[in-house]
């Protein structure tokens, strides 16, 4: 579902610290309250409302104090260094003018400061652009930057870096990149409340990686929220309610109690084997994204890591970490999970995962375009090094490969080429490393799910990436809110793509997992279990109850289920059809 348009009703009406509800994706489970702190990175974002005749003043006084605060920031900034570049923006902060057109302006519209001065910058700016004078000219970006500063003080906007947040806040931001996410501590925020974003988006992977509470996809919440007002975060129904009133704060004070008892019971049976009733043991494992959530992922459950996203090494802004650097991340994710299976993805950048300072071409269409393996295989020396760390730290445990985005044979050439290529380096150099560290085809291509009988030819093991996997299937955006309706994971589109590739893999005797977040989606469980599934993998948290609805079932009646879903016409019927047997079956929603 989609979050209100800024222009609807819901939004236009809004005025400080009154209750407004808003509907979301729900990205991360949990329910979250504290103060919305507004994370803007990119392009400051001004609210609009109304205000009444006797609020003009009091919102006069806002600007001036604004203006006041801009003028000694800039004066700290330039403290001992020479000031001269800063003299136009001071002077702009004591405009006698622009304090004028902005009391007119507030009197006439009725709307607040922010909104009334982003008006009379944008006015200034075009003109001055346009100015004949080449020096007038120039100052377009003393000006906009001046501009912003002011804004930025109205919204009680501050330049930070997540990581330097030091109390408990509701982060409300357009969207987040990886490199934001860096460092995100959940004992400072609580909740996550974003305009753009579904349930596969980074952000939300990210979220539940950290555990905590998102709601995405709200179009515009960036825009209706003031710095400071109180915000619910219900991750686990996709809503977000800004200053809620007491009687709303009590309802979700008494549902975040139940959802928390409901997480002791859940993590009660994580180290319990997942062995359905009639005695199929699966391997249910982690998805970690840095190296240091290793240690955690065995506190909830996991038998393994199904999948170490190892573009987050690849954050630093301007540089591929080196060889060395890699190899000491790949060993402690090896060393701390004392021989239990775990599986690197090689590199997969692009598409939308775009890392600060490395840039890759700027593609039309970036989701199509030059992205995770075809990167790698145009820059041969960045996969090179990679494979280069991987098998070298293979020594310290049970290490799998595998590679993303894989589209047909031709890309397998190039790397058996490489990996050949590399392991007679290593065995020159006298480095050691396993000979039989198996290398897997991540299935997230519709032309890799069709064609996975000759693929599973070339592979030791099959992950399923149904993030890419659907989108591509169903030419859905992943990552785009206003197409979020059609991200259909039980589509018989997509369901049959997943049980040729489950099938083809079985034939062929190798193993198949599945990696992408359906992986660990309660709904879906059965069904994966049915088609035959060997092994899932999700974000830590929701292992535990994975693991539950595993225990609970027996094979041949996930099956009998999939038999019936099959000849089913559509993702609503087959969806509709999943919830009522795991109503009946299970009781599902007493859980
Ligand atoms: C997937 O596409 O399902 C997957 C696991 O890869 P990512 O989400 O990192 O693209
Ligand atoms: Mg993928």
């Not at 260094?81 to 902060?93: I, P, S, V």
């Not at 080429?417 to 299935?443: C, Q, S």
Request: with cysteine; proline share 5%; aromatic share 6%.
């Amino acid at each position: 579902m989609q979050g209100p348009r800024f222009d609807s009703p819901a939004c236009s009406r809004y005025t400080r610290a009154r209750m407004m509800e808003l509907t979301g994706i729900s990205a991360s489970p949990g329910i979250a309250r504290g103060k919305a702190f507004l994370f803007l990175e990119d392009r400051l974002s001004v609210p609009r409302y109304d205000i009444g005749a006797g609020q003009v003043d009091a919102e006069y006084g806002r600007f001036l104090a604004a203006l006041q605060a801009a003028a000694a920031e800039v004066k700290s900034l330039v403290a001992g260094q020479d000031g001269t570049l800063f003299e136009a923006q001071l002077l702009m902060f004591e405009d006698p003018e622009l304090k004028d057109r902005v009391r007119a302006l507030l009197g006439e519209t009725r709307r607040n400061v922010e909104w009334v001065f982003l008006q009379i910058l944008d006015e200034m700016s075009g003109k001055l652009a346009k100015a004949e004078s080449q020096y007038l000219r120039e100052r377009t970006v003393d000006f906009a930057d001046a501009g912003n500063r002011i804004l930025g003080q109205l919204m009680a906007r501050t330049r930070v870096r997540l990581s330097d947040i030091r109390q408990p806040v509701v982060l409300v931001t357009r969207t987040l990149m990886p490199s934001d996410t860096l460092g995100l501590d959940h004992a400072y925020i609580l909740g996550i409340a974003a305009d753009a974003g579904g349930r596969t988006s980074h952000t939300a992977i990210l979220a539940r990686a950290s555990e905590i509470p998102a709601v995405l996809g709200l179009s515009d919440i960036s825009r209706c929220v003031h710095a400071g007002d109180e915000i619910i975060v219900d991750g686990n129904r996709g809503i977000v309610i800004v200053n809620p009133d007491d009687a709303t704060r009590e309802r979700y004070e008494t549902r975040r109690s139940e959802w928390e008892r409901k997480d002791v019971v859940l993590k009660e049976q994580r180290d319990l084997p997942a062995e359905t009733t009639d005695g199929k043991l699966l391997s249910i494992e982690a998805n970690i994204e840095t190296p240091d959530e290793a240690e955690s992922v065995r506190a909830h459950g996991a038998d393994g890591i199904g999948l170490f996203r190892s573009e987050f090494l690849f954050i630093q802004p301007g540089r591929f970490p080196s060889e060395e650097e890699q190899l000491t991340a790949y060993s402690s994710v090896l060393t701390a999970m004392k021989g239990r299976s775990v599986t690197i993805r090689t590199l997969d950048l692009g598409g939308d995962k775009v890392m600060p300072g490395i840039h890759l071409a700027a593609d039309d269409n970036p989701l199509l375009g030059w992205r995770a393996i075809r990167f790698c295989l145009a820059r041969p020396e960045v996969l090179r090094t990679q494979l280069r760390a991987l098998l070298r730290a293979s020594v310290h445990g049970a290490l799998r490969i595998m590679f993303p985005l894989i589209s047909g044979t031709a890309e397998l050439d190039a790397i058996d080429e490489i990996v050949k290529e590399v392991k007679i380096e290593l065995n020159r150099e006298g480095h050691p490393f396993r000979d039989d560290v198996p290398f897997g085809i991540m299935i997230e291509v519709p032309s890799a799910a069709i064609t996975s009988d000759i693929l599973a030819e070339r592979a030791d093991f099959f992950s399923i990436g149904t993030n890419d996997l659907i989108q591509y299937t169903l030419a859905v955006d992943r990552g785009n809110e206003k197409v979020a309706y059609l991200y259909e994971p039980f589509h018989p589109g997509v369901l049959r793509l997943i049980r040729t590739t489950i099938e083809n893999a079985r034939a062929r005797g190798i193993p198949v997992g599945m990696c992408g977040e359906l992986a660990g989606d309660p709904l879906a469980t059965v069904v994966l279990l049915g088609l035959g599934l060997d092994s899932f993998s999700m974000g830590p948290i929701g292992i535990p109850l994975i693991k539950r609805i595993v225990r609970s079932v027996g094979i041949m009646e996930a099956e009998e289920l999939v038999r019936c879903l099959m000849p089913m016409r559509s993702g609503p019927e087959i969806e509709q059809a999943v919830r009522a047997w795991m109503e009946e079956r299970l009781d599902y929603s007493s859980w």
